[in-house]
Each structure stands twice: as structure tokens, then as C-alpha cells.
């Protein structure tokens, strides 16, 4: 019994792969489908890197420093440098660039605000933007963190440099107060020996004053005694000359007159002598006193010259204490030149470091990520993704399955035969497809600007534009895959395929700047990523016609494509059944017919 059971799953599991097989369309879709998306999505997302991250510049006053981040950027990214912030700003809402860096004016690291760095960045590619702000934040912030090293070390071999000096100029200030220890014991020893100097004068232990009165009485002693000697010396010759007269007129007698005279004379004589021999006296005996008051007088000078000698011997040691302390104070001078050379190298040293600043040295450069459209919801940044992906869904199922409800119906052949347009059919299936497709953007766009903070159209005609052409193109493309497979789980399947297709090769899921570069080029022409590129300028840049026409244009040509390819498939499919239907109905004729009817 199970081994009949297992022999019938066999068989019956063979006939599938025989369906399979039989239909190479279908037996294409279904193996090599996943194997396409597998091989394709390796080759897009086989890697970490960003190859094709563009980068754009701006500085209003560009220096070595600027030059410098400049030329990093250049090494690692597609750079691009522009002359206003304005045209930044408009590169990377065009998508021209995907991060714009603005620098401060006057940029300069570690002086705030002039360290700053703002990044623009288009947040309606989410994941693009964490990705390039990881990357520049990344090599950004290597920049920084070695700045910021390099002042910490500047900061660090200051306080080393100070260090050392202080540790050297110790030694010169212990000599300095060992010194200055030894001037002010010099300085006391001095002081000691220069109070026990006696200067005192008394002017009358050198009387002076008796030395005038001595002088004076000397003098007047001398004069009288010079004057009574003249009178002596007068009297004496007047005696002669009388002893001569009468010696000469007596003839040997001398008249009584002229013997009075005489005696008269000698008494004067006598009385002068006695006078002189008072004088005499009188001038021993001030002489004395005077010779007594010279010898105090030398006495005294005697002992001021000992005073002086000893002042003079104090002077001598004196000065040499003074020269030791001038040496002293001399090398004192130096140590303090040395000090103050020391102090002045730490202020240099100190003055040298051009950031002070704790947040400046921590952070030498400020970056901040800045939005290059007004601050939105992240509903209106991924809205336009979110629109074209329901748009391409549903008009790949509904176009694909309405296809399939025409191609399985029975009226098929009649509806071909009926006078009705072969093309009418081909349109009805699209306008209805379309239909459906502006129903369901409808309610989207309802629901969105209801009951959500955000205004989901704000350039209403450019965005209808791209909404209409993006819904004709999917709907080709959905009618196309329902006329070229016959069953509609091939048709289903294809259309899996042919979205997540778009979808792996999208920048929804990875930035396609992680791609290979040449492969990235081809991504940007996915229907998916143009079309939702184009949306989301319109709806968050407001871009007018002008502004995205190359994008239009592509998109236009991918339309005409896809209508192209549908109309082939469509004819194609209509000779298939015309010629299938006419075997058909000649075939139920001929089982009908009677065979009296062929005798005839």
C-alpha cells in the first residue's frame, strides 16, 4: 500500500515538471527568476564600500586648513567644489552630489564659532544619508580626533616643558635663599659692627673757646710788653743822650737839674721794668694755660684719630662685607634672570597654544547635519518612495491579472470576433488598470494630507506629470508580462520577479552608491529609483519642469518602451489565438457534423 502510494506521488511529481518543462516560458520564470535576482543582487551588494559617493564643497574663505579637508575629501569621495553655498545646497537637491559641506567663515580650528563644518544632506534618502553621514563622520572625525590629539599633546609637552623648568629653577631658588640667608647674616654682622662705632662729638672737649680767650690775653700781654720795651728802649736812649750832654758840658761837674733828671729817669726805668717783669709774668702764666689747653686739645685729637682708625679698620671690613654682599647680590641677579628667562619661556610656551578653550580641545571642529529642505515628518521624505512602490505593485498585479481574466475567459475567441477594435481591448485594459492605480493614489494622497502633519502635494503639476508617466509605464510593463506567459502563476511569479528585481536594484533597501560603480550607473536608469527621484524633488524641492526635464525625458522613452513591447506582445498574442480559435472551431464542427454530411 505506502509503496503504491509513494510510486503514485513519483508519478505524479514527474507529470508537474513535464507542465513545467512543456511551457519554456513559464519553466524560465520559475528557475531562472530567483537565480537572476540572486546573481544580480550579488553583484550590486557584494561589498561595504561606497564607490560612488559624491561630495561637494563650499568655503567663503578657503586657507591651508580648508585646502587641507579639501584634499581628503578629494582622496576619498567624487569632490566637487563650488562657489556659492547656494549652488552646494542645489547639487545635492538635484542629486547632483549627496552631501554638501559648508565650512565657517574664516575657518579655523579650535576658535568657536569659526570651527564649524555644516553638512547638507537630503533626508528623503534615509538610508543613503546614515551612510554618508557614517562615512564623513568617520573620516571627519579621524580629522578630528587627531587635532584634538594634537593639541591634548601640545597641552601635555607645555605641562612637561613646565615641568622641567620648574624642577631646574628649584635648584637656582635654594641657591638664591642660601644666598639671601648670607646677605642678611653679612648684612646683621655689619649693622653689629657699625653701631659700636663712638662718633660722638662734644665740641667743648676741645676748648676752643679758652684756646681764644688764651690767645687774646697772650696777645695783649706781648703788645704791651713790645710797647713798654720801645718805651724802655725811648727812655734808655734819652737816658744816654742826657748822660751824654752832661758827660760833654760838665767838665767834670754835672748840675743838680740834670742829676734829678736822671734819677727821675731811672725810677721811670725801674717802674718800666717791674711792668715788663708783670707782663713777663703774666704772659708765663697764660702761656701756660694756653700751652694746658693745646695739649687737651692734642690729647683730644689723639684720641678722635684712634676713633677714626678704628672707624677706618670697621670701613675696610665693611667694605669687603659689602663686596661679598654686592657678589652675592650679583649672583642673586642672575638667578633671578634665570628664573624670570624660565618664566618667560613658560609663557611663551603657554601663550603658543592657540586653543585654550576645554570644548575646543575636546572638539576642535563642530559638525552639524543640516536638512537641504525645510524640517519635515519622515512620512513627506518617504512618501514618494512609498507612492511608487504601491503604484509599480499594484499595476504590475492588477494589469498582469486583468490579462489573464481576458486570455482565460471563455468568450475569448468571440470577444476577437465581435467588430469592436482589436486595440479597444488593449485600452480598456489599460484605463482600467490606470483607474484602479488613481483610485488607490487618491485615497494615499487623502489619508496623508488628513490625518497626517504633513502636506504630501505642494507642486502639483510636475508631480502629476511624473505620477502619470510612472503609472503608464508599469501598467505596460504589468500588461506585457500578462500577455507573454500563459498561466497566471507565472504571471504572478513574474511579477515578484520583475518588482523585487526593481526593488534589490533600487536605493530603497542600500544606497546604490554601494555598488560597483559601473553597475551603479546602470541602477540609476531603474524605472523605480528614476521615478521616485523625480517625485521626491517635486514634492520636497518644489523642482518645476525645468528643473527635471532630463529625468522626464528618460522616463518618457522608458513609457513609449514599455507601451512599444506591450503593443508587440499584445498583436502577437491576438494572431496566436485568432489562428487557435479558428482550429478550435473547425475541430467542434467537425464532432458535430454527421457523416451523411461528408458523403454528400
Known amino acids: 500500500m505506502s509503496f503504491v502510494f509513494f510510486r503514485d506521488v513519483w508519478n505524479l511529481v514527474l507529470k508537474n515538471f513535464k507542465l513545467l518543462i512543456r511551457s519554456k516560458a513559464s519553466s524560465l520564470v520559475v528557475v531562472l527568476g530567483p537565480l537572476l535576482i540572486i546573481f544580480l543582487a550579488g ?8 564607490y560612488n559617493l559624491r561630495v561637494g564643497a563650499f568655503s567663503p574663505s578657503k586657507n591651508s586648513v580648508v585646502s587641507s ?22 547639487a545635492v537637491k538635484s542629486g547632483d552630489v549627496h552631501t554638501c559641506v559648508v565650512f565657517h567663515e574664516n575657518f579655523t580650528i ?3 564659532p569659526n570651527n564649524e563644518i555644516d553638512f547638507f544632506v537630503d533626508f528623503s534618502r534615509i538610508n543613503l544619508v546614515w551612510t554618508v553621514m557614517n562615512v564623513m563622520t568617520e573620516n571627519v572625525g579621524r580629522e578630528i580626533t587627531e587635532l584634538s590629539q594634537n593639541l591634548t599633546s601640545v597641552l601635555l609637552d607645555t605641562l612637561e616643558f ?10 637656582a631658588l635654594v641657591r638664591l635663599s642660601t644666598e639671601n640667608d648670607v646677605i642678611s647674616k653679612n648684612v646683621a654682622s655689619l649693622s653689629a659692627d657699625l653701631s659700636d662705632f663712638d662718633l660722638s662729638f662734644n665740641p667743648a672737649d676741645f676748648v676752643s673757646s679758652n684756646l681764644s680767650s688764651y690767645k687774646n690775653k697772650v696777645k695783649h700781654w706781648v703788645d704791651t710788653s713790645i710797647s713798654l720795651s720801645e718805651e724802655a728802649l725811648v727812655k734808655a736812649g734819652s737816658l744816654a743822650g742826657y748822660a751824654k750832654n752832661i758827660i760833654e758840658t760838665s767838665g767834670g761837674s754835672v748840675p743838680d737839674a740834670v742829676l734829678e733828671s736822671f734819677k727821675d729817669s731811672l725810677n721811670k726805668f725801674d717802674e718800666l721794668k717791674k711792668r715788663i717783669s708783670t707782663s713777663k709774668d703774666l704772659s708765663q ?16 685729637l689723639q684720641e678722635t684719630k684712634s676713633r677714626l682708625d678704628d672707624v677706618d679698620v670697621s670701613r675696610q671690613l665693611g667694605i669687603r662685607i659689602l663686596d661679598a654682599v654686592r657678589a652675592l647680590l650679583d649672583k642673586s641677579l642672575i638667578g633671578i634672570l634665570e628664573v624670570q628667562n624660565a618664566l618667560n619661556l613658560i609663557e611663551e610656551r603657554i601663550d603658543a597654544i592657540a586653543i585654550k578653550d576645554p570644548k575646543a580641545v575636546s572638539q576642535p571642529i563642530v559638525t552639524s547635519v543640516k536638512p537641504v529642505s525645510a524640517k519635515r515628518s519622515y512620512l513627506n521624505y518617504l512618501f514618494p518612495t512609498l507612492i511608487v512602490l504601491v503604484m509599480m505593485f499594484t499595476a504590475f498585479f492588477v494589469s498582469s491579472a486583468l490579462v489573464m481574466l481576458e486570455k482565460k475567459s471563455p468568450a ?10 482589436d486595440f479597444s481591448f488593449f485600452v480598456s485594459i489599460l484605463v482600467t488598470s490606470f483607474s484602479i ?11 496623508s494630507g488628513v490625518f497626517f502633519s504633513s ?11 511624473v505620477l502619470v508617466l510612472s503609472g503608464l509605464f508599469f501598467v505596460f510593463l504589468g500588461m506585457f508580462i500578462g500577455y507573454l506567459f500563459n498561466s497566471e502563476a507565472t504571471s504572478i511569479l513574474a511579477c515578484v520577479s520583475l518588482g523585487a528585481l526593481f526593488l534589490f536594484l533600487s536605493d530603497i533597501i542600500i544606497p546604490i552608491e554601494s555598488m560597483p560603480l559601473w553597475f551603479s550607473k546602470i541602477a540609476q536608469f531603474n524605472p523605480l529609483v528614476l521615478s521616485s527621484g523625480l517625485i521626491r524633488k517635486t514634492l520636497l524641492f518644489d523642482a518645476s519642469l525645468s528643473g527635471i526635464w532630463l529625468g522626464l525625458l528618460v522616463l518618457v522613452l522608458f513609457t513609449l518602451l514599455a507601451f512599444a513591447l506591450a503593443v508587440i506582445v499584445f498583436l502577437l498574442f491576438k494572431q496566436r489565438i485568432s489562428v487557435s480559435g479558428f482550429f478550435k472551431i473547425f475541430k467542434r464542427r467537425l464532432k458535430k457534423a454527421k457523416p451523411k454530411d461528408f458523403k454528400r
Not at 553583484?43 to 561606497?50: G, M, R, Y
Not at 502636506?455 to 506629470?465: A, Y
Open 455 to 465: 502636506q504630501v502635494i505642494g507642486n502639483f503639476f510636475p508631480t502629476l506629470l
Open 69 to 90: 579637508f579639501y584634499d581628503v575629501l578629494s582622496d576619498k569621495f567624487v569632490f566637487t567644489e563650488f562657489s556659492s553655498k547656494d549652488d552646494c545646497v542645489g
Open 110 to 112: 579650535g576658535k568657536i
Open 162 to 171: 613646565t615641568k622641567s623648568k620648574v624642577q631646574e629653577e628649584r635648584l
Open 285 to 300: 702764666q697764660e702761656f701756660a694755660g694756653f700751652d694746658s689747653a693745646f695739649q687737651s686739645l692734642v690729647s683730644q
Open 412 to 421: 475569448l475567441f468571440r470577444n476577437f470576433m465581435t467588430p469592436v477594435s
Open 437 to 447: 492605480i488613481a483610485v488607490q493614489l487618491i485615497i494615499i494622497l487623502s489619508i
Open 43 to 50: 553583484i550590486a551588494f557584494d561589498n561595504s564600500n561606497l
